[in-house]
Structures are given as C-alpha cells and as structure tokens.
C-alpha cells in the first residue's frame, strides 16, 4: 500500500531537512587559537609633566592645530605648503588609493541589494541541409529556427542571513577609513619633511652670512701679518697661520653653499617642482624657538590624533570582519532568482512572423527560484581561508601594538630633544654673552693702546663663531618642535576614540572566533 503524503507533511519534511543540513554545515566550522589582543598604552605621566612655568603656557583648544606650520610666522613656509599640497606626487597617489578604497565601499555594499535588470535576446538560426538535424529528420533541412525573448524584469537577491555581505561591506569600510588615515599620514610627514628642511636652509643661509663676514676678517688678518712680516715685526709662522685659518673659513663657506644647493633640491622634490622653483629661497626669518611654546599639559589621549594609530585600528577593525566572512562561508547560501517576459520559438522555412507571436499574451512567461547551496566538501580550500583571515586579524592587531610603541616612543623621544635642546641653547647664549664681553674688553684695550687691531680681529671673529653655533642650535631647537608636534599628530582628527572604546571593551569579544 503506497502511503500518500499531503503538501503539509512535504513542506515539514523540507522544513527539517533543511534546518538539519544548515545544522551539520555549522558543525564543519573549525576552531582557531586564541586571537591577539591589543596592548593597553602604557603610563606616559612622568614625561608629560611640566614643573617649569617659564617652559609651558596653558592649553587653549587643541594643540597642536591643523595647520601648525602657520605658527612659525614666515609667508614663504606657507607657500611652499600651499604648493605642496597641490602638486607632491606622493599625495597624489595617496589620494588615488583612497578613491580606490571607496570605490570598493560601493561595490561591496551593493551586495546587500537586490540586483534588478533586463534581457533581450534575438536569435535566427538555419537548419543545414546536410547536417545532422537534416540527416535525422528530412522535415526540417534548410529551416530556420527562429527565438526571441524579452525578459523587462529580472530579479536576483541574496539573503544575508549570517551578515557574511554586512561583514565585507564593513570591512570595505574600514580598509576605506584606513586610506583615509594612510593619506593623513603620508601629509603629516609632508608637510614636517618640508618645515625641518627649510628650517635648515633658512639656518644655512644665516650661517652663510656669518661664513662670509668671518672670511673678511680672516682676509683683513693675513693682510695685517703680511704687513708686518713685511716690516720686520713679526716672523712668518703668524702668516701661515692667518693662511690656515682664511682657507678653512673658505671651505666652511663652500660647504655652506653645497648643503644650501642640496636643500633647495630637496624643497624643490617636496612641493613636486623642478630644483628652478627654489632657487631663491630662504630669504625670510624663522620665528624665535621661545615664541613657540608647549602647552600646560600633553595628555595620552593626543596619541588618538595620530593617523598611523587610526589606520592600523582600522585595518584590525576591517580584518576581524573579514573573518566574518570566512566563516560564513561555511553557511549555506540562500538566493532568489524571478523573471518576468515574453519569450517564443518557431520553426518556419518562410517569412518569419515571430513578432506576432513573440508579443502575443500567450507568450507570457514567469518564473520564480529559490535557491539554496551547501558547501559539503571544497578541498579544504574554505578552512584554508579562514585560517588564513585569522593569521591577517593577528597580524593586524600586533602592527597596531607595534605602531602604539613606536607612537610612545617617538612622543618620549622628541620631548627629550625638547628639553635637552632648550638647554644647550640656554647655554650657548651665556657663552655667547661671555664672548662678548670679551669682545668689549678687546675693543676698550685697542682704544687704549693696550692690544694691536689683531687681538680684535681674533675676538670679532671668535664672536661670529658662536654665533654661527648659535644657528644650529636655534634650528635643532625648532626641529625638535616639528619632531613633537609630528609625533602628537600633527593636529589631526578622527573617529578613533570610537574606535579606542571598542578595543577597550576588547574588540575580539564581537569577533566569530
């Protein structure tokens, strides 16, 4: 006896079936070791404390501000930001990528979207007479088999019940807010590149100055020796020395103008120019070091302006929802596919009157498919990925440990260059004050009678000495600036405390581990 089932008891049937085979797909998912975890920052209270008041002014917003080169006060850096922010290659590229990064945003999200679009296909096709339709059937030799259809509607979506299509779209997203920050780092070391080395050339430029002036004197004291070499006075070894001295004050000032060339030419590769465009640089004065002042307080939460912090957050981020997708991959897939048209065929050895059938209403067609696909054996290729993501999330959460270490240091680093900087400067100006004192005492013996124009000439020129250190010293202090302020940020701005409170509440804890 053949037991009828009803269409009550199929769909139940399928019901179970289904749900018993998504069960055993689940079970296939393989467990990985346990993921890495973020490092927390470490205590940095020690180095952001200030106890001098004369080294420090209080916080008056964010510091340092966006565009933090304005601070030094000279119209010629401005401009050569202006330029550079317009035509560095590097930037350019940067920017590419982060057209690309968003570009691919849309075509993931359009995952999650029911794909909608038309079909028209006309087809005319002679039957050979010697073929092997011919040869089965005489009847049809020579016809013409002519198709058509018109299909207005075709739809296709698929479910995203295990958010694997959500995953990948988010993960699109962060690798996007990754170029994001990416492109905000490679500006940050733009725009510092170009401030320390016009520091230095407006630095050289000054030195240069002094080189040249020293020069005079040196030429004014060999010429002196030779007098009185000439006249008997003296012997010959102070000429020699006054030689000496003229010729290395030479090769300092040729030096000079070499490091001044190579700095242009550098400026000149910044701003993305050809070496012409800086020809005439340095012109302008560098604002004081002591005009530049740090804020009362330096808190931690500074290093969340750093955009190398925010882009290795982003792509752990963007990583932990690519396993998502590895995982779900693993789950079966759920589809719909519907279309809506007209469609016919016929077979005819005369004029063709597939238009009057093609668009009659009995050549309306409809289907609808459901569609369901279980991956129950793939060669390990499904387990290979997932494995694979998960390696990719490791690594992503140790380059943001590494970045976050080398974030702590860089700020430690560059506020002890800060300070050691300030005082050496400090000093070298009581070293300067001293010479010239003594300068002022040479000058009041000349006057007197007491010392020869030589002893002045050697205390003019041990002044411009010190000042010609006190050049470098005022450049390492300023770079030592754009050091901090590289490290802190540079002024810039993101999501990533949102992002900061998601590692805190321990960002594996929403990962499909």
């Not at 289904?18 to 209270?45: N, R």
């Not at 087809?123 to 073929?131: H, K, P």
């Not at 080395?197 to 005079?216: D, K």
Request: with cysteine.
């Amino acid at each position: 006896m053949i037991r009828q089932f009803k269409p009550k008891q199929w769909f139940l049937s399928g019901f179970y079936i289904g749900a018993l085979l998504m069960t055993s797909g689940c079970a296939w998912i393989p467990s990985g070791d346990k993921p890495a975890v973020f490092m927390k920052t470490s205590d940095m209270k020690h180095m952001l404390s200030y106890s001098d008041r004369n080294e420090s002014i209080a916080a008056k917003g964010r510091w340092p501000r966006e565009r933090w080169w304005r601070d030094f006060g000279s119209p010629e850096l401005n401009r050569l930001m202006v330029i550079a922010l317009k035509d560095n290659i590097g930037l350019k590229v940067a920017a590419a990528r982060l057209r690309q990064a968003q570009a691919l945003v849309k075509v993931e999200g359009a995952r999650l979207l029911p794909f909608l679009d038309a079909e028209m296909v006309l087809e005319n096709t002679r039957i050979s007479e010697n073929g092997v339709f011919a040869a089965l059937n005489h009847e049809v030799a020579g016809a013409n088999i002519v198709f058509g259809r018109i299909n207005p509607f075709n739809f296709r979506y698929e479910f995203d019940f295990w958010g694997k299509n959500r995953a990948a779209m988010d993960a699109a997203l962060g690798e996007a807010a990754a170029e994001k920050a990416e492109l905000a780092e490679v500006l940050l070391q733009l725009t510092t590149a170009i401030a320390r080395s016009y520091i230095r050339g407006v630095a050289l430029q000054q030195q240069l100055n002094l080189a040249h002036a020293m020069v005079e004197l040196s030429r004014d004291l060999l010429a002196m020796d030779e007098t009185r070499f000439r006249l008997g006075l003296d012997s010959g070894d102070h000429v020699k020395q006054s030689t000496i001295k003229l010729e290395q004050v030479n090769k300092r000032e040729a030096g000079i103008r070499d490091r001044l060339d190579i700095q242009r030419n550098l400026l000149a590769r910044l701003i993305g120019k050809g070496p012409a465009s800086t020809q005439n640089l340095f012109n302008g004065m560098v604002i004081s070091p002591e005009k530049i002042r740090l804020p009362e307080k330096l808190p931690l939460e500074l290093l969340s302006r750093r955009p190398d912090l925010a882009s290795a957050l982003h792509r752990a981020e963007a990583a932990a929802q690519q396993v998502k997708v590895a995982k779900a991959s693993f789950l079966p897939t759920i589809d719909l596919t519907a279309f809506a048209g007209m469609n016919a065929l016929r077979l005819t050895k005369g004029a063709s009157s597939l238009a009057n059938i093609l668009f009659s209403g009995s050549s309306f067609s409809y289907g609808i498919a459901p569609g369901l696909r279980l991956p129950w054996f793939e060669g390990g290729r499904l387990r290979g990925e997932l494995s694979a993501q998960r390696a990719e999330y490791d690594g992503a959460v140790e380059l943001y440990n590494e970045t976050l270490l080398h974030a702590v240091q860089e700020v430690a680093d560059s506020l002890s260059r800060w300070r050691e900087t300030r005082s050496i400067l400090e000093a070298h100006d009581r070293l300067l004050s001293a010479q010239h004192e003594n300068l002022g005492l040479a000058q009041t013996r000349f006057r007197t009678g007491l010392d020869d124009r030589r002893e002045l000439l050697a205390n003019e020129h041990a002044v411009l000495d010190q000042k010609y250190a006190l050049k470098t010293l005022e450049a390492d202090r300023l770079i030592a600036m754009v050091d901090l302020m590289e490290a802190l940020g540079g002024g810039y701005v993101n999501d990533l405390q949102i992002l900061e409170q998601k590692r805190e509440l321990k960002l594996v804890s929403w990962l499909p581990w």
